[in-house]
């Protein structure tokens, strides 16, 4: 199957500072990447739609420039949390979406998640 | 916007035995997909099974199969010989064509499977 991997898979920074979170399609061209958000026992949250080399589409309530979304190739994604402080402390998961023969278009495949944890 | 519903906060079942776990949505689409993946401790999302609306039939992946009801939007979840190993989170989830194809998930059903 393809896979997604997320890295780092745990952060612990100092309030104030950026943190930023890298997701990768490792066997696959991702024609878009999703970000959520996931407080514990919650369910998930979708941040915003990214396509490769085009701005991101955030979700209303989502505050595009704290939360920095990046797709610069076909197997990147980034989030970048700037000048993070102890709300954003969460679970974000990416998941990417692919085209292709072998993969269906309506397909997610998720990555294992980062746990950011804001002091 | 569309909503995804599930009532059922918690459920514990006996291992082999039989649970069904329910999910409504509300959407004024025609053309749509469904789907239930189970988030187990490790927080990875796992795809269990997937549905188009267009297809009448009902979906079936080994001991998981759905119950489509697409007048009345619903698609509830029934997982056979239930093992130690479904212990997890049951995410239902609504996508459609636009927003590239966006999930929309339900709250989420913690389903227990004891001995």
């Known amino acids: 199957g393809a896979v997604v991997s997320q890295h780092p898979s745990w952060v612990i920074c100092k309030s104030g500072t950026s943190v930023k979170i890298e997701c990768r399609s490792l066997?696959?061209?991702?024609?878009?990447m999703f970000w959520y958000r996931q407080f514990p026992k919650q369910s998930l949250m979708l941040m915003a739609t990214s396509n490769e080399g085009s701005k991101a589409t955030y979700e209303q309530g989502v505050e595009k420039d704290k939360f920095l979304i990046n797709h610069a190739s076909l197997t990147l994604s980034t989030l970048t949390v700037t000048s993070a402080h102890p709300e954003d402390s969460s679970f974000y998961i990416c998941?990417?979406?692919?085209?292709?023969?072998?993969?269906?278009?309506?397909?997610?495949?998720f990555g294992p998640g980062t746990r950011l944890t804001v002091l | 916007a569309q909503t995804v519903t599930q009532s059922q906060p918690e459920m514990s079942v006996q291992e082999a035995e039989t649970v069904t776990l329910s999910c409504t949505y509300d959407?004024?689409?025609?053309?749509?997909?469904l789907f239930w993946y189970k988030q187990p401790p490790s927080r990875q999302m796992i795809l269990v099974i997937r549905?188009?609306?267009?297809?009448?039939q009902n979906a079936t992946e080994n001991r998981f199969s759905v119950n489509f009801q697409k007048a009345a939007k619903s698609f509830s979840l029934k997982i056979s010989d239930s093992q130690l190993g479904d212990t997890a989170m049951y995410f239902c989830?609504?996508?459609?064509?636009?927003?590239?194809?966006?999930?929309?998930f339900g709250k989420g059903t913690s389903l227990l499977v004891t001995p």
């Open positions: 989830a609504f996508m459609k064509q636009g927003r590239g194809y966006a999930l929309n």
């Open positions: 066997d696959f061209q991702a024609t878009t």
């Open positions: 998941s990417a979406r692919g085209d292709s023969a072998r993969i269906s278009y309506n397909e997610q495949f």
């Open positions: 959407t004024s689409e025609s053309n749509y997909y």
């Open positions: 549905q188009e609306a267009y297809k009448q």
